[in-house]
């Protein structure tokens, strides 16, 4: 078991590693989330599985606090409502349970961000297309390959790895780092 653990450790280190050379997108991600909140905007976020729990999470530390004690900022996770998502799924279909929220919610100027580690979530894309329908910034979040994800959104962070459990993990290490980029710029 101990060798098991050190594997995963290492492996885990090693995809980190190889993502300090996305920070030119992080820094792009950052600051398009800086422009959004300065603009008075929201940001807007969501994904399936592993991706919803993350895009809960940071919408969470934008809304309550990261680092600092300052006023809250406007984020909402997609994920959350069960209502919503239940009824969206049964009167229209599951692939459109975040489009729809996005038709009633986002904006122009808000920044949409869709997490999905394979990129081909059809819910997902579904909601980005609608969001850039109605004039948000859309940012993806996804694996190696980028998936659909990559040909519809404005920016994408693609993990340098294929192994779910490795990409969410740097997932919400980049979540961490925007949130940190964001407080410190705006306060």
């Given at each position: 078991?101990?060798?098991?653990?050190l594997d995963?450790?290492?492996e885990?280190?090693?995809v980190?590693?190889?993502?300090?050379?996305?920070?030119d997108?992080?820094e792009?991600?950052?600051q398009e989330?800086?422009?959004c909140?300065?603009?008075?905007?929201?940001?807007v976020?969501?994904?399936n599985?592993?991706?919803?729990?993350?895009?809960q999470?940071?919408?969470?530390?934008?809304?309550?606090?990261f680092?600092?004690?300052?006023?809250?900022l406007?984020?909402?996770?997609l994920?959350?409502?069960?209502?919503?998502l239940?009824?969206?799924g049964?009167?229209?279909?599951?692939?459109?349970v975040?489009?729809r929220q996005i038709?009633?919610f986002?904006?122009?100027g808000?920044?949409?961000?869709?997490?999905?580690?394979?990129?081909?979530?059809k819910?997902v894309?579904?909601?980005?297309e609608?969001?850039?329908k109605?004039?948000?910034?859309?940012?993806?979040?996804a694996g190696e390959?980028g998936?659909?994800?990559?040909?519809?959104c404005?920016?994408?962070?693609r993990?340098?790895?294929?192994?779910?459990?490795?990409?969410?993990?740097?997932?919400?290490?980049?979540?961490?780092i925007?949130?940190?980029?964001?407080?410190?710029?705006?306060f």
């Amino acid at each position: 078991m101990k060798q098991k653990i050190l594997d995963i450790l290492n492996e885990s280190i090693s995809v980190k590693e190889k993502s300090k050379s996305l920070a030119d997108v992080i820094e792009k991600i950052s600051q398009e989330v800086v422009k959004c909140y300065k603009n008075n905007k929201k940001v807007v976020l969501l994904g399936n599985g592993g991706s919803a729990a993350d895009a809960q999470h940071i919408a969470t530390e934008f809304v309550s606090r990261f680092e600092k004690e300052r006023k809250a900022l406007p984020a909402m996770a997609l994920n959350t409502n069960t209502s919503s998502l239940t009824a969206i799924g049964n009167d229209y279909s599951f692939d459109k349970v975040f489009s729809r929220q996005i038709e009633a919610f986002v904006q122009k100027g808000d920044v949409v961000i869709a997490i999905s580690t394979s990129g081909n979530s059809k819910n997902v894309i579904d909601a980005v297309e609608q969001a850039k329908k109605q004039g948000a910034v859309t940012v993806g979040f996804a694996g190696e390959s980028g998936g659909k994800l990559k040909d519809v959104c404005d920016i994408i962070f693609r993990v340098p790895s294929k192994n779910t459990a490795r990409i969410q993990e740097v997932h919400i290490t980049v979540g961490h780092i925007i949130c940190k980029l964001v407080e410190d710029e705006l306060f």
